[in-house]
Every structure is written in C-alpha cells, then in structure tokens.
C-alpha cells in the first residue's frame, strides 16, 4: 500500500501547490490519498422503531400573533402584496453584504469526468421532476421528532420522513447559514458566479419556473438577487434574522431589514414570528398556480429563533409554526396532484447556535461545540413518491451533494454542469446503502483545513474555536458570552462515541498519521 498512498499524496501536493495560483474553480472535498484508513462496512440500518416514529397529530400553535411592531410587513389574507412601509431613516444605513474571504477549495480531484450524470434505469431516467428544496436556518437534530427529538414536535416534518428517504449523517459544509445557503444553491464552498452556475440558473435553462422566497443571503441590492441568479420570482430578505432591528442585544446597531418583492423593496423589518407563514403561503400559490408546467422553488426559512420572545416556550412554539409551514407547502404539491412527480428535500443549514440556549435548538447528542458535530451535522429528508422508497441512509453525505443530485435528475450533463465539489446521490436514492465517500475535507473561510472525515473517524486539526461559556447566567433572549479554547490534533472515533467526548489518538496513532500525511503534504 506505501506505493499508491506515496503517489496520491504526491497528487494532493501538487494541487495545494497549483491552489496558490487562484485558478478559476478546483473542487474536492474528498482526500484520495487516505487509501489506508481502516474502512468499516456500511452502517447496520436504523432499527425501524427509529426510523418510522409514530406521528403524533397534537395540536400546534396557532400563527396569529398579534404583536404590532413598528414598520412590520404583514401579509393580508386576501392581498399578494404586502404594505409598503417607509423606513425610519433608511437611508442612513448601509446594507448588510455578506462577504467571502476566500476563492476557491485549496484540494482538487484528479478525476476524468464521464460524459454525462445520467443514469439509466434508476430514478433519473424517469421524467425531471418538479423539485422543492426546504431549508431551515440553525434547526438542530434534537429538534426533529423522527431524529432525537420529541415526538410531538414536528409531525409534518416527521410525516415527510416517513414517506421518504431520511439520512442519518448529513453534514453541513461549515457551521454557518452563509456557507450552507452556497454550498446549496452552487455545489461549491467557495464558488463564484452564482447567476449563472446556481441551481435558479440551471433550472431556467431548462425551461422550469423557478422561486426563491426568504432568506437570500448570497447578494444584496449591490449584488447579485435572485432575479439575477435564474429565478422568476423572489420575496423575502437579503440579511439574517441576527440583523433584525428589534435583536435584543444589537438591535439599534442593525440596518432596517428590506423585504423585497423580485427586485422593488416593498417593506421593513418583518415581524419574525409571521417571517414563516408569509414565506409558506406564497410558495404554496406559486405551486398551484401552473402545476402542469415544471417548477423548481427554493425556499430558505429564516432563523426561527424567538428573538422577539422570552418565554420559556417561546423556541418550541416557533419549530411548531416552521413545521406548520413546512406542511402548508407539502400539502399545496399534493392539492395540485402533482405528488409523484415532484422531488421534496428538507434540510438544515447548520446546526443551532447554543449561545442562545433556551431559545436556540438541540443537537441531541452531538457536542455543540463551533465547528464540531453539533453545529454541522443536521437533519436531511427527501421525498419523491413512488421512485424513492422511504427508508433511512446512514452514510457520510452533505450539502454539496445536493446539487449534483438534482441536476442528474433533470439530466443535466457534466459538460454543462462544470466542476463541482459534491457528488450525485441518485444511485442512494435508488436504494443503495454503500458509502458514497471516502473522506471529506473541511476548511476554515480561510481555505486552511480545520478536520477530516474519514469513515468513522473524524481528526482535528490545531485550532481556535468557539465554546459557550457555562459559568455565566442564562437570561431569556439574551445570547451568553463564547469562550475561545484551543486543541491540538484530536481523534475521535464517531460510531462509538457520537457526542466527541474521548480522544482516541493514543489508541490509533496510525490513523492520525495517514490523515495527517494527506493534510500536510
């Protein structure tokens, strides 16, 4: 084994090498040199009391909040559009532009691509789908019923995953909504040219009507929108739900919000608690309103946490209304009997930001450490009735994997697709249970590699990072302090301890110096 591994950590030398030169794209999130890690069979199945819980239908809370915060934008029942409210001093005020300090994945592939990423006799070859793709910002495992959390808590996400395929390790690309929402919409971590390599791009191009409603965090009114990216139609904002006027730490630091309708500012500060339903109900008329003609709507759900809240229920009170949601735009696909031929996926963008506490959600029993699996690994369901069978994938696969997916299944080839980091999951969603990587790199904004996974094992890199201090008080809607720690090398074994908790380098030295040797050279 000592010639290939020497041969392909030469290959991974060479590509940090040409990464210094800012090529115009270099993808691989996988390191080939780690041909010695000790590789495990498949994952055993989830036992199927875990993976089909039982859906309890108690009821939810209601989304009339009655609140009358100043300059919110309301969405009227009977109305499409909403209120337009001027801001107080607006003009004063920058807007919020979200930055990318890097350009591109310092490790490359050496791959030769095939012609094309279709499939025959699988899922692909049947008609491209209509697709909708649900994100929620900073939702954790432990919030999710079918995942580690109550039962109760989300039936319709819940239902999702019983009609569907539920996976078990998916991952984050970095625990930040910023680079979730890229590694979505463009398969790339640090990609550029969102207008015209996107997923809006790409299905436009392919004669779908497309959507993007909510959180748009990959441009402003400086810089790319929606509109400019391959969608028809877009309403929501171009900043966080932390930059919300009304924060209750930093709120008169914050911008008013703009809420925008394709490419007119209609609006300010939305209320976050109705941010949701104003989201669901426009997507559900754009659904129904030309079913027969392939749509393709991405729809990122704003952090719900309860910032303008700080009642001891306030958080599950607002995963009740996002689950709402959730189900209002599952039901419009149904009523408009377009089921079988529409590709749902619901994920998240990172796991919850615990500073928040009570009002921030649960990883279960991931460490919720910054960077580590608590705040990346999150919940990933997709539902595609009657050619997907519902199920459960234990495997390693992540957000980068998304868009490959689903532009094999609107028969998109390589050639037009270009380079892209993650890999098409077809072949899982046709039933296959086999691991679909060998190891994924994860990088700092910086482009320097802060861990590896390799199967079940997951090594550290020496590094700064964030943890929630535990000595000062919890006061309600208020975020406590981060402490910054530090750690050397850290193995840890993940299919024996999940949670991070017991360095294992002693007990596999061997482990540490193969991926050590990939990173370094």
């Excluded at 000790?38 to 009391?49: D, I, L, Y």
């Excluded at 625990?175 to 890229?182: F, G």
């Excluded at 679909?436 to 996974?453: C, E, H, L, N, W």
Aim: charged letters at 25%.
């Amino acid at each position: 084994m000592k010639t290939p591994v020497f041969f392909l950590l030469t290959i991974l030398s060479v590509s940090l090498l040409f990464a210094q030169q800012e090529p115009d794209y270099q993808d691989g999130p996988e390191l080939e040199s780690i041909d010695e890690v000790e590789q495990t069979s498949a994952p055993e199945p989830a036992p199927e009391n875990d993976a089909q819980k039982p859906i309890q239908e108690d009821a939810l809370q209601q989304d009339d909040v009655q609140k009358d915060t100043q300059n919110e934008a309301v969405l009227k029942d009977n109305e499409d559009e909403i209120k337009v409210v001027a801001p107080p001093s607006a003009d004063n005020h920058p807007d919020f532009i979200p930055e990318s300090v890097v350009h591109d994945d310092p490790i490359q592939r050496n791959e030769a691509p095939s012609s094309q990423l279709v499939t025959r006799n699988s899922v692909a070859s049947a008609d491209p789908p209509n697709v909708i793709l649900i994100v929620a910002d900073e939702l954790g495992l432990g919030d999710v019923g079918c995942y580690f959390g109550p039962q109760n808590a989300t039936p319709r996400i819940c239902q999702l995953a019983n009609e569907g395929l539920r996976f078990t390790d998916f991952s984050a690309s970095a625990p930040d909504s910023l680079s979730a929402q890229r590694a979505i919409v463009t398969g790339r971590r640090f990609g550029k040219n969102v207008e015209s390599t996107g997923l809006g791009a790409i299905a436009k191009k392919h004669r779908y009507r497309t959507a993007f409603f909510g959180q748009w965090l990959l441009g402003t009114d400086s810089a790319a929108l929606p509109t400019d990216c391959g969608f028809d139609v877009f309403w929501g904002t171009t900043a966080p739900a932390d930059k919300w006027p009304f924060h209750p730490v930093a709120g008169e630091l914050n911008a008013p919000l703009k809420v925008w309708d394709n490419r007119a500012v209609v609006g300010y500060n939305l209320n976050p608690e109705t941010y949701n339903k104003q989201i669901s109900t426009r997507a559900a008329k754009f659904i129904k309103k030309a079913p027969n003609d392939p749509f393709f709507v991405c729809i990122f759900f704003p952090s719900f946490r309860p910032l303008t809240s700080q009642e001891p229920d306030a958080y599950s009170n607002a995963v009740a209304r996002l689950d709402k949601a959730v189900g209002e735009i599952v039901d419009a696909v149904d009523a408009a009997s377009v089921t079988n031929k529409t590709l749902v996926v619901f994920l998240s963008t990172c796991g919850p930001n615990r500073a928040w506490r009570a009002q921030a959600g649960s990883t279960g029993p991931y460490r919720a450490d910054v960077g580590f699996e608590g705040t990346i690994r999150v919940p990933c369901i997709v539902r595609y009735s009657e050619k997907v069978k519902p199920g459960v994938y234990n495997c390693f696969a992540n957000q980068l994997d998304v868009l490959p997916t689903v532009a094999q299944l609107w028969n998109v080839t390589e050639e037009e697709l270009g380079k892209r980091e993650g890999k098409s999951l077809v072949s899982v969603l046709d039933g296959k249970t086999d691991p679909v990587y060998k190891s994924f790199a994860y990088f700092s904004p910086d482009g320097t590699v802060i861990a590896v996974r390799a199967d079940k094992w997951k090594l550290y890199c020496p590094q700064e990072y964030k943890s929630v201090s535990q000595t000062e008080n919890s006061t309600p809607g208020v975020p406590a302090p981060y402490v910054i720690k530090t750690i050397d090398w850290e193995l840890y074994d993940l299919s024996d301890d999940p949670g991070e908790t017991t360095l294992i380098n002693d007990e596999r030295p061997d482990i540490v110096e193969t991926i050590r040797k990939a990173i370094n050279r």
